[in-house]
């Protein structure tokens, strides 16, 4: 018997973290073709827009958003928690879009991966305030210290799950699949420091598991292109949006086919 499933299509956000502007720009793309989600998986970056989305804000909107407010500022530092940038002293940039939302009061179906450190498995958020599982969701390893949620530490999701593939096609009939975690080509000096180091040990550790779901996908984008970009490349933000829309104008024909649209 087949299971029914209660979208007609959904959308799965890998983390990648500035690169998941690419994320945005094909939001773009099918926001103009008239074209959207109304299940949304995501991690990290992935979650990050995802959450705003869901939210109601639009692609345009949320890039926005995300370039006025530096989440990397200098007073987020803090010295004395496990991580370098402290979590929730980044929570008054998130509160005014998410206060008084809940994950119940969404149009959109959103689900936030992130990772229960304590216990070492992977958490899904689904229901209750949206703020706290995104920064958890968000919590870089080793850059943003981990995010206390009901007497439990989380973390980025992207530590189990970067491509939360199986969340959406559990639930929806077809789905879009945006990769944004190439492995670029690099040479031992381009390791010089601790973050290059961390960031290159995390993305190994990710992309295995996660190209095993591209197959799962009715549609999946991939741009290659962002191997050339940084994670925290914040400067190429705009460039890695283009890139993400023209890839999202070039699968409209496709996922309009497919779904017998006008």
Known sequence: MKENKKHN????????????????????????????????????????????YACGYSPKEILELVTKNNFFKLDAFSWTKPG??????????????????????????????????????????????????????????FVFAPVEIEDTLYADGGIIN???????????ENVLGIYVSP??????????N????????????????SLKK???????????ELENYGTFTISKIMEIYELGYQYGLEIIPKIKADLKLD
């Open 162 to 172: 970067n491509f939360p593939v199986e969340i959406v096609t559990a639930k929806s």
């Open 9 to 52: 299509l959904g959308i799965v956000l890998a983390g990648g973290g500035v690169k998941g502007a690419a994320h945005l720009g094909v939001l773009q793309a099918l926001e103009e073709h008239k074209i959207r989600p109304t299940c949304v998986a995501g991690t990290s970056a992935g979650a990050l827009v995802g959450a705003f």
């Open 214 to 224: 591209l197959n799962d996908c009715t549609w999946i984008i991939n741009p290659v």
């Open 84 to 141: 370098m940038l402290d979590s929730f002293s980044l929570l008054d940039a998130f509160r005014p879009y998410f206060e008084n939302k809940t994950f119940e009061s969404l149009d959109i179906e959103l689900h936030i991966v992130a990772t229960d450190l304590v216990r070492g498995v992977e958490k899904v958020f689904t229901s209750g305030e949206i703020y706290r599982p995104l920064l958890a969701s968000c919590a870089f390893p």
């Open 194 to 209: 601790t973050l290059d180091v961390t960031d290159r040990a995390y993305r190994i550790t990710n992309r295995y598991s």
């Open 183 to 192: 492995l670029r080509r690099i040479t031992k000096n381009q390791l010089n």
